[in-house]
């Protein structure tokens, strides 16, 4: 669906991909999970666009539920697929740290899983080859994409901030709705690794001032970067004071 000019969405609020969409072609954030390929594909029609116009696909971070369909695009249509060298291992397979132990309700929980299981999920197709993105950095791509890096829930977590969209796509730096306990709103992401660091992080999106934020996880935010940010850290801290 189309969020806002140059600015697409497909998924749902339990696992989102998005779409930016410039006169120089599509560049993608995030490749969810491989059922989500049909999804891409008549998003891409829906656009007048076709796979021939994605330059790149640039990823928040190396989990699988944001590898998808990444290494599919990469190896049948050429992709290059871009993730911070931090997290590059873990996109081709590597370890994860253990996380804690996580907060969650069942139904919530039980819907993320299943939803992910029914778009296969279950199977994640990792990355055999990668393109660094570093602190920074403008990509070459569609919306001169800037990563900024946001480490906590993986070390090699990133924003990608794209002025033409006036978005920032945060990953699982932040979510808007939890997907274990359904609670909705700007709050910190499970399965972070370092939640202290992660939190501390979003002060680095501060600066874009972007209207849009756009988390891995959860309904597209459109109040701003500021109260965005505001609204995870009282929420850090009320779970915190708990
Ligand atoms: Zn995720």
Aim: proline fraction near 7%.
């Amino acid at each position: 669906m189309k969020l806002a000019p140059h600015l697409h969405r497909i998924g749902n609020d339990i696992v989102a991909v998005y779409l930016v969409d410039t006169d120089e072609g599509v560049t993608i954030i995030d490749a969810g999970l491989a059922g989500h390929w049909r999804e891409l594909l008549a998003e891409l029609a829906s656009m007048g666009r076709t796979l021939a116009d994605v330059k790149g696909v640039i990823l928040t971070h190396g989990d699988g539920d944001h590898l998808g369909f990444a290494e599919r695009i990469r190896r049948d249509h050429r992709v290059p697929v871009f993730v911070h060298p931090a997290d590059a291992a873990r996109a081709k397979g590597g370890p994860k740290p253990a996380n804690a132990k996580q907060r969650m309700r069942l139904g919530a929980t039980l819907g993320f899983f299943g939803y992910t299981l029914r778009k296969g999920g279950a199977r994640t197709t990792y990355l055999t080859s990668t393109v660094d993105a570093r602190d920074g950095e403008t990509l070459a791509l569609p919306g001169s994409p800037r990563i900024i890096a946001l480490p906590g829930h993986s070390e090699g977590s990133i924003a990608i901030h794209v002025p033409i969209a006036d978005a920032v796509f945060v990953g699982d730096g932040l979510t808007t709705r939890h997907v274990l306990t359904g609670s909705s709103g700007p709050q910190p992401a499970p399965f972070t690794d370092e939640p202290a660091q992660a939190l501390a992080s979003l002060r680095a999106l501060l600066p874009t001032g972007a209207t849009w934020v756009l988390p891995g996880h959860g309904a597209p935010w459109n109040r701003g970067v500021e109260a965005a940010v505001a609204a995870v850290e009282k929420a850090a801290r009320s779970t915190n004071a708990a």
